[in-house]
């Protein structure tokens, strides 16, 4: 291809592709297949690595992130970004209504209703059409500059569309994290040792703030845009300028969602609110309120703004699903990495329409701040956290005779003496060798099926072999034989030897799997990938100096002092020196060096939706280094199709008609061993 010839080809794929990215994110109706979008991106990648001279910066392939930002730039906001007044009760909105008809009085009034999105806010400047700076809400008069992150999320344009759009624009609106992404964080947090993160708020704000644009891009936030500045807008009215942003590319509430409705009277905007209050469990999304807003640009501009806030629009805030109930007693949970945690148990409370009986606690601040003690009232909510938090302390109800909460010195299990690191927020125990949650916790970490994938070694099962003595730890597992399996109450013939088979069967689990399920701190799955392919073999880690360890990708200075800390530790060695001496992968197969076998070929694969351990690319990449051949829709040839999540019902449909197996992504890990 002539450099003129690729140029061109880049300007047609990106335009194409941009235009395909709005229709999934901003019409929510693609028009072509996940598949193809790959497809094309691939395309334009390539093309991109040959003539980095024609990359365009509204390139899709932008999104991915990559570039580093040590310190975010304060800067000053041309336009305020003021906060909304709140209110909680129909009379309050219904002040609020007649305030305005005091100022409004010879017009008809209308108002809009939308959604209140829990995020954090933005103001994103366009000139030209092209997305030029994101700064955060600050102090509302400056904020940080964080383009380069908000770059990075899909339903925020990065050029806006048509031509009819002003010259220079500001869009407002709220960056979130769907709640779905929350959790696959969280989990993956649980699996490397670290604390959750409280809420998709927080995460979204945190992640914003986050240096490095990669990360930011691999956590799927998303946003809504609600309110737009220019001096060149020719709708009149709120809702017009909504409809007309959206044909702009930005992603603005829909009608036909009901995200944003007109409304005329109390009833019907009360009717809006009620709707949501109970709906509001249903989206995909935290919202904590609707916001009501007079609906004419010029009646805005009428009624103007106070120093905090416009005079035109309205927060109605929901309530967080409340309840009052005793507390009885706090326990204290003791992880395979130490660190401990309190929990609240409750007297058994309806609350959203579940029992509660155990709220969490957090952390020793946090029952100091709420100075909760036992035998109180205690507030309890539910907002998107998926456990509900004690909020507060019916005072009134407390005894004379209560005294402050202690907060355990010594470990509830083992009675080791507690401490806490500094900047820290939880205490641990020390006693890594001895505590038993902690050796249990490590040992059910090594079996589980994303680690060395022990089918029949789960919690229970750890726990007697444990009880009993049978095992104090992962090398113990190498170690069990038949007749001691059976002597035990609760094995059977037939579960020893499906055990003693599975165990056998794990000296087969890649060594990047090995890696993870020695429960290195901070050595999650997606670390212990790249630890692998960089090193190759446990030898090369073990051996490797602090600054051989952050040269390698996504090891940062934490992580590499978490595994520095592992090896120094003599008794790591020796468990260590075990496994290897049971034939455990310690080192990159053949295959995984060349970074090929031959286990699938011959065989023709469709992926379809969205997947945990991979993305689609990966997954497809990970298909053909493994001989298999991916193909873009399904035919009778094809062999498996993979399914994720989402996954569009004709895929799966035509499938079933034509008998082709569909697999699951765990079903696919276990195709390639
Ligand atoms: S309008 C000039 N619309 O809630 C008024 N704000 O607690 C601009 N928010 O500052 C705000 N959803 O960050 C507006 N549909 C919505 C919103 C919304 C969430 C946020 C926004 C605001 C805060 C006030």
Request: overall charge negative; hydrophobic content about 35%; proline content about 4%.
């Given at each position: 291809?002539?450099p003129?010839?690729?140029?061109?080809r880049?300007?047609?794929?990106?335009?194409?592709?941009?235009?395909?990215?709005?229709k999934?994110y901003?019409l929510?109706?693609?028009?072509?297949?996940?598949y193809?979008?790959d497809?094309?991106?691939e395309?334009?990648?390539?093309?991109?690595e040959?003539?980095?001279q024609?990359?365009?910066?509204?390139?899709p392939t932008?999104?991915?992130?990559?570039?580093?930002?040590?310190?975010?730039?304060?800067?000053?906001?041309?336009?305020?970004?003021f906060?909304?007044?709140?209110?909680?009760?129909?009379?309050?909105v219904?002040?609020?209504?007649?305030?305005?008809?005091?100022?409004?009085?010879d017009?008809k009034?209308?108002?809009?209703?939308?959604?209140?999105?829990?995020?954090?806010a933005i103001?994103?400047?366009?000139e030209?059409?092209?997305?030029?700076?994101?700064?955060?809400?600050g102090?509302g008069?400056?904020?940080?500059?964080?383009t380069t992150?908000?770059?990075?999320?899909?339903?925020?344009?990065?050029?806006?569309?048509?031509?009819d759009?002003p010259?220079?624009?500001?869009?407002?609106?709220?960056?979130y994290l769907?709640?779905?992404?929350f959790?696959?964080?969280?989990?993956?947090?649980?699996e490397?040792?670290?604390p959750?993160?409280?809420?998709?708020?927080?995460t979204?704000s945190?992640?914003?703030?986050?240096?490095?644009s990669?990360?930011?891009?691999?956590?799927?936030?998303e946003?809504?845009?609600?309110?737009?500045?220019?001096?060149?807008?020719?709708?009149?009215s709120h809702?017009?300028?909504?409809?007309m942003?959206?044909k702009?590319?930005?992603?603005t509430p829909?009608?036909?969602?009901?995200?944003?409705?007109?409304?005329?009277t109390?009833?019907?905007?009360?009717?809006f609110?009620?709707?949501?209050?109970?709906k509001?469990?249903?989206?995909?999304?935290?919202?904590?309120?609707v916001?009501?807003k007079?609906?004419h640009?010029?009646?805005?501009?009428?009624?103007?703004?106070?120093?905090?806030?416009?005079?035109?629009?309205?927060?109605y805030?929901?309530k967080?699903?409340q309840a009052?109930?005793?507390?009885e007693?706090?326990?204290?949970?003791?992880?395979?990495?130490?660190?401990?945690?309190?929990?609240?148990?409750?007297?058994?409370?309806?609350?959203?329409?579940?029992?509660v009986?155990?709220?969490?606690?957090?952390n020793a601040?946090?029952?100091e701040k709420?100075?909760?003690r036992?035998?109180?009232?205690?507030?309890?909510?539910?907002g998107?956290?998926?456990?509900?938090?004690?909020?507060?302390v019916?005072?009134?109800?407390?005894?004379?005779?209560s005294?402050?909460?202690?907060?355990?010195?010594n470990?509830?299990?083992?009675?080791?003496?507690?401490?806490?690191?500094?900047?820290?927020?939880l205490?641990?125990c020390?006693?890594?060798?001895?505590?038993?949650p902690q050796?249990?916790g490590?040992?059910?970490?090594?079996?589980?099926?994303?680690a060395?994938d022990i089918?029949?070694?789960?919690?229970?099962?750890?726990?007697?072999?444990?009880n009993?003595?049978?095992?104090?730890?992962?090398?113990?597992?190498?170690?069990?034989?038949?007749?001691?399996?059976?002597?035990?109450?609760?094995?059977a013939e037939?579960?020893?030897?499906?055990l003693?088979?599975?165990i056998?069967?794990?000296?087969?689990?890649?060594?990047?799997?090995?890696?993870?399920?020695?429960?290195?701190?901070?050595?999650?799955e997606t670390?212990?990938?790249k630890l692998?392919?960089?090193?190759?073999?446990?030898?090369?880690?073990r051996?490797?100096t602090?600054?051989?360890l952050?040269q390698?990708?996504?090891?940062?200075?934490k992580?590499?002092?978490?595994?520095?800390?592992?090896f120094?530790?003599?008794?790591?060695?020796?468990?260590?020196?075990?496994?290897?001496?049971?034939?455990?992968?310690?080192?990159?197969?053949?295959?995984?060096?060349?970074?090929?076998?031959?286990?699938l070929?011959?065989?023709s694969?469709?992926?379809?939706?969205?997947?945990?351990?991979?993305?689609?690319?990966?997954?497809?990449?990970?298909?053909?280094?493994?001989?298999?051949?991916?193909?873009g829709?399904?035919?009778a040839?094809?062999?498996y199709?993979?399914?994720?999540?989402?996954?569009?019902?004709?895929?799966k449909?035509k499938?079933?008609?034509?008998?082709i197996?569909?697999?699951?992504?765990?079903e696919?890990k276990?195709?390639?061993?």
């Open positions: 291809m002539t003129t010839l690729a140029q061109q880049i300007s047609e794929l990106v335009n194409e592709l941009n235009e395909h990215n709005y999934y901003v929510s109706q693609p028009t072509i297949s996940d193809e979008f497809m094309l991106l395309e334009l990648k390539k093309l991109e040959q003539y980095p024609f990359l365009q910066p509204e390139s932008q999104r991915i992130g990559g570039d580093i930002t040590k310190n975010f730039a304060v800067v000053k906001h041309e336009y305020p970004m906060s909304l007044a709140n209110s909680y009760s129909r009379e309050e219904a002040d609020f209504i007649n305030r305005i008809y005091k100022t409004i009085t017009e009034i209308e108002f809009t209703c939308e959604l209140k999105y829990d995020g954090v103001s994103i400047t366009y030209n059409g092209n997305l030029t700076s994101a700064v955060t809400r102090d008069e400056k904020g940080d500059d964080i992150n908000v770059k990075t999320i899909s339903s925020v344009p990065i050029k806006l569309r048509e031509n759009y010259l220079k624009i500001i869009a407002r609106g709220e960056i769907p709640r779905k992404s959790e696959i964080i969280n989990k993956e947090r649980e490397n040792g670290e959750p993160f409280a809420n998709p708020r927080n979204a945190g992640t914003l703030k986050m240096q490095n990669a990360i930011v891009a691999s956590r799927k936030l946003a809504f845009m609600y309110y737009f500045i220019s001096d060149s807008i020719s709708e009149n809702f017009d300028l909504m409809l942003a959206k702009w590319g930005f992603r829909n009608p036909e969602k009901r995200f944003i409705q007109k409304c005329s109390l009833d019907e905007i009360f009717s609110i009620d709707f949501w209050n109970v509001r469990f249903e989206l995909p999304f935290d919202i904590d309120g916001v009501i007079v609906n640009i010029p009646q805005q501009e009428t009624l103007g703004y106070t120093a905090k806030s416009p005079r035109w629009a309205i927060a805030k929901f967080a699903e009052k109930t005793w507390l007693s706090i326990s204290f949970q003791v992880g395979r990495t130490g660190a401990v945690t309190p929990v609240a148990n409750l007297t058994p409370v309806q609350l959203a329409g579940t029992t009986k155990r709220a969490s606690l957090h601040d946090q029952i709420l100075d909760v036992i035998g109180d009232l205690v507030f309890i909510e539910k998107g956290e998926i456990i509900p938090k004690i909020t507060g019916d005072l009134s109800k407390r005894s004379e005779y005294t402050p909460f202690r907060y355990v010195e470990c509830p299990e083992c009675q080791t003496p507690l401490i806490r690191k500094e900047g820290e927020a205490h641990y020390p006693n890594e060798w001895e505590c038993p050796l249990k490590k040992i059910t970490h090594f079996t589980s099926r994303k060395m089918e029949g070694l789960g919690e229970e099962t750890v726990e007697l072999f444990f009993t003595g049978l095992i104090r730890n992962v090398a113990d597992i190498y170690d069990l034989k038949k007749e001691q399996l059976l002597s035990l109450e609760r094995m037939k579960s020893v030897s499906n003693l088979y599975a056998e069967n794990s000296k087969k689990i890649p060594f990047e799997r090995v890696l993870f399920a020695l429960g290195i701190r901070y050595v999650g670390v212990a990938k692998a392919r960089h090193f190759k073999n446990i030898k090369a880690i051996n490797a602090h600054s051989e952050t390698a990708e996504e090891i940062g200075e992580i590499a002092e978490s595994i520095q800390h592992y120094a530790e003599e008794k790591n060695n020796t468990l260590l020196n075990r496994l290897i001496s049971y034939e455990l992968q310690f080192s990159l197969s053949e295959e995984q060096m060349s970074g090929t076998s031959s286990k070929s011959g065989l694969f469709v992926v379809s939706g969205i997947f945990s351990t991979f993305t689609r690319d990966e997954l497809k990449e990970n298909i053909e280094k493994n001989g298999g051949k991916v193909v829709s399904i035919s040839k094809t062999n199709l993979i399914a994720g999540e989402n996954m569009g019902p004709s895929k449909e499938a079933e008609q034509l008998g197996k569909i697999i699951s992504e765990e696919y276990k195709l390639i061993g």
